[in-house]
């Protein structure tokens, strides 16, 4: 069975500070990874994916992820977090027609 | 310009009632996508069709059925909605259905609210 887990249900950070958002999948062979960002009372957008290549993968906003093989894991980071970053991202693995979401992990970001 | 449109963004409607949610999108995108987004925030993919075709139909019961009259249209009617239908729905469509990877476009949701 295909599983994406997101441990966290929220992270706390400081302006300016770099912030980490994790997230681990399970599927069956290889895996197209996604992260998206979801605003209130706004539909998910598109940050960035991996398919192959480069382990870093850079996507819109300043954000980036780094994908590792050997541990299954997707984590989203940002090397500064900015207050309108706060917001709630999902993790997301796609097996031919569907994507698999994770339960999403709320990001505060204090000015 | 809205890439992915649905209406309406808010429904309130009494047990009982017969609903139809309305999606379309004019990116030129094979698969379009209904998911389920519950009062925690979890997302659940409900149907995809490509090309007027459907091709996922998860675990979701009969009262719902998807029709897709074009490519560029996915509507979703419910029957008989219950308190349990209460959620926020998400229309999204995707260039193409796999094993491609491409993304996900999704509209602003509809949230909607049986009493």
């Known amino acids: 069975a295909q599983s994406v887990a997101q441990p966290e249900d929220q992270v706390n950070v400081a302006e300016g500070n770099p912030l980490t958002v994790k997230c681990t999948y399970s599927?069956?062979?290889?895996?197209?990874l996604f992260w998206y960002v979801q605003y209130p009372n706004r539909g998910l957008q598109f940050l960035l994916k991996?398919?192959?290549?480069?382990?870093l993968v850079k996507g819109s906003y300043g954000f980036e992820a780094e994908f590792n093989k050997s541990q299954t894991s997707f984590h989203l980071k940002k090397p500064s977090a900015l207050v309108s970053d706060s917001a709630l991202y999902f993790c997301a693995v796609r097996v031919y027609n569907k994507f698999y979401f994770g339960s999403g992990t709320k990001l505060n970001v204090k000015p | 310009d809205t890439a992915v449109s649905q209406t309406p963004k808010y429904l309130v409607t009494q047990m009982g009632n017969d609903k139809s949610i309305k999606c379309e999108q004019n990116?030129?995108?094979?698969?379009m996508y209904w998911y389920k987004q519950d009062s925690k925030k979890f997302l659940k993919i409900m149907f995809s069709y490509n090309n007027k075709e459907l091709i996922i139909n998860e675990t979701v019961p009969n009262r719902f059925s998807p029709k897709s009259p074009d490519k560029a249209h996915l509507n979703l009617h419910i029957n008989s909605l219950e308190l349990g239908d209460s959620a926020v729905y998400f229309c999204?469509?995707?260039?193409?259905?796999?094993?491609?990877?491409?993304?996900?476009?999704f509209g602003s949701g509809t949230q909607l609210s049986v009493l």
């Open positions: 999204a469509s995707s260039l193409k259905g796999y094993p491609t990877g491409d993304k996900l476009f």
């Open positions: 599927v069956s062979g290889n895996p197209y």
């Open positions: 990116l030129g995108h094979d698969t």
């Open positions: 991996y398919i192959t290549g480069d382990n």
